[in-house]
Structure formats: C-alpha cells, structure tokens
T-cell receptor, first 112, second 115 residues
Framework: KNEVEQSPQNLTAQEGEFITINCSYS?????LHWLQQHPGGGIVSLFM???GKKKHGRLIATINIQEKHSSLHITASHPRDSAVYIC??????????????FGKGTKLSVKP | NAGVTQTPKFQVLKTGQSMTLQCAQD?????MYWYRQDPGMGLRLIYY???????DKGEVPDGYNVSRLKKQNFLLGLESAAPSQTSVYFC??????????????FGPGTRLTVL
C-alpha cells in the first residue's frame, strides 16, 4: 500500500464548479504539501500545512491530523486550473529522513 | 532570481552512453534533490544532498551518481544509460532539510530518452 494515496486519479469539471481533491497518508508527518504540475511540466508548491486550513485565492487546503487526511478545494474552477495536483508529506522525527513522499497525482481538466 | 535551473531540457541517449544532468540554484539553499517522474508513478527520490559536499541515496539510486562540490550546483550522472532510465528528471532545492517551515522549489525538468 502506498504511503500517500490521492483520489480521484482523474477529474473532469465544468468551468465554475467547486472541486475537491483528497489525500490520505499512513505515516506520521511534520507537514503536508500540495503541489501543482502544469501541462508544460513545471512543478510549483501551492501549500504547506501541518494543521488546520490555508487559503490562497480560490484554493483552500485543509488537513485533519487525527484522520491523516487532507483536501484541496478549488472554488469557481477555471480552465487555467487544469493541471496535475500532487500531495506530498514530509515525515516526522526523521521518518523518510526529512524527504518528501509523493502521491501519484490527480489530473484535473476544467472544460469551458 | 532564476530559482532552480536545469540543463539540458531534452536529451536522447543510446544504451551505454554516459551523461551528466546539471542543476543550479541561486537561492543559497542548503539542500538539493534529484527526482525522477514516470507515468503512473509519483515522483521518486534518486539522491539528495543536505549540504554542500554531502550526498545520500534516496529511493531509487541504482545506476546514478551525484556530486555537490559547490553549494549552488547538484549534478546527476548516468554512467551507462539504460532504457529503464527513460524518464523526466526534476531537481529541487529547499533552505534546509524539510521541516514544518521549509518547502521545495523545483526546476523545469529534463526529459531523457534512452534508446
């Protein structure tokens, strides 16, 4: 079983829809990261969180440490949000030696 | 600031050839990483360097070597390329080994094909 699981693997939405991508993990973590990989291949960090909720523009990330679960929400989705969204965790207390463990990604396509 | 840069962007090799992928960062970060990304799989760590002059193996180090002689540069070498090394390679850096406050910054990637 992968240590970081994302769902769904693929997601197609209509412009304007509210989108949720889920991430579950099975290891103790110091932080959880959400990354965005553009169609051209570049990867950028969207959020890093260890508790609660963070918001940036139309993107909201939440984490429940007790349930080992995080969600990434996109409000009022737009075709430019089309990308692969990757969840990654950094282990606690030397677990994974401070390196990131990645999920396989969720490919989002937003249709106009 | 250019951030993290990688050269080359694309490369085609024949089986058995050698090459070096170059990564540079101008953010004065201590830690640097090399990943590979294959279809249907998450990013996998090949090697990392916590600080200048130190390197450690990641999840998939076989067939690769690395060097971190300067703080700003992290080189990934393929001594004898194999078709299984066809992949997209990403370099990344972070201020220090990941903590609750550090994030990683990624380069644009190198698409490598081994025939």
């Amino acid at each position: 079983k992968n240590e970081v699981e994302q769902s769904p693997q693929n997601l197609t939405a209509q412009e304007g829809e509210f989108i949720t991508i889920n991430c579950s993990y099975s290891v103790g973590i110091s932080a959880l990261h959400w990354l965005q990989q553009h169609p051209g291949g570049g990867i950028v960090s969207l959020f890093m969180l260890s508790s609660g909720k963070k918001k940036h523009g139309r993107l909201i990330a939440t984490i429940n440490i007790q349930e080992k679960h995080s969600s990434l929400h996109i409000t009022a989705s737009h075709p430019r949000d089309s990308a692969v969204y990757i969840c990654a965790v950094s282990g606690e207390y030397g677990g994974s030696q401070g390196n990131l463990i990645f999920g396989k990604g969720t490919k989002l396509s937003v249709k106009p | 600031n250019a951030g993290v840069t990688q050269t080359p962007k694309f490369q085609v090799l024949k089986t058995g050839q050698s090459m070096t992928l170059q990564c540079a960062q101008d953010m004065n970060h201590n830690s640097m990483y090399w990943y590979r990304q294959d279809p249907g799989m998450g990013l996998r760590l090949i090697y990392y360097s916590a600080s200048e002059g130190t390197t450690d193996k990641g999840e998939v180090p076989d067939g690769y070597n690395v060097s971190r002689l300067k703080k700003q540069n992290f080189l990934l070498g393929l001594e004898s390329a194999a078709p299984s090394q066809t992949s997209v390679y990403f370099c990344a850096s972070s201020p220090n080994r990941l903590t609750r406050t550090d994030t990683q910054y990624f380069g644009p990637g190198t698409r490598l094909t081994v025939l």
